[in-house]
Every structure is written in C-alpha cells, then in structure tokens.
C-alpha cells in the first residue's frame, strides 16, 4: 500500500512563507513611508507673518507640537 494525500491537501509551509514575506516587505514600505511624512518645524519661517503672526500653518505646527506634548 502507498501513502497517499489526500487530493485537497497540500504543504502550507511556501504560503505562509510567502505571506511573511509580503508583510515583511509591507513593514519595510511602511517605514519608508513614515519617514517622508513630514515634520512641523517650529523654526520655519512660514510660520509667521512679517508682522509676527501666525500663519496657518504655524498654528497648525502648535497644535501638533500640542498633540505630541512638545509644547
């Protein structure tokens, strides 16, 4: 008698590998992603007005300093 598989079975291993992989690399892009977004820069001088107000985007800069607890 030979030992047969049944005929729905099959070797999950590649799949699964394959899966890691594809999270792995999704990780990867992730990151590469995360790091071009970009940071508020309180130093920027679009900030402010020449008369010294805030722009929009330096209130928009406070809040996220607020948010992240820099401020």
Not at 20 to 36: H, M, P, T
Not at 46 to 55: A, F, I, M, S, W
Request: proline share 8%; net charge negative; aromatic share 6%.
């Amino acid at each position: 008698m030979t030992d047969k598989k049944p005929p729905h079975a099959f070797d999950a291993k590649p799949v699964l590998d394959l899966i890691a992989s594809i999270e792995a690399d999704l990780q990867r892009l992730k990151g590469l992603v995360e790091e071009q977004v970009e940071k508020f820069d309180p130093a920027n001088p679009h900030n402010k007005t020449p008369e010294g107000k805030l722009t929009e985007e330096g209130v928009e800069c406070c809040y996220r300093m607020f948010d992240e607890g820099k401020s």
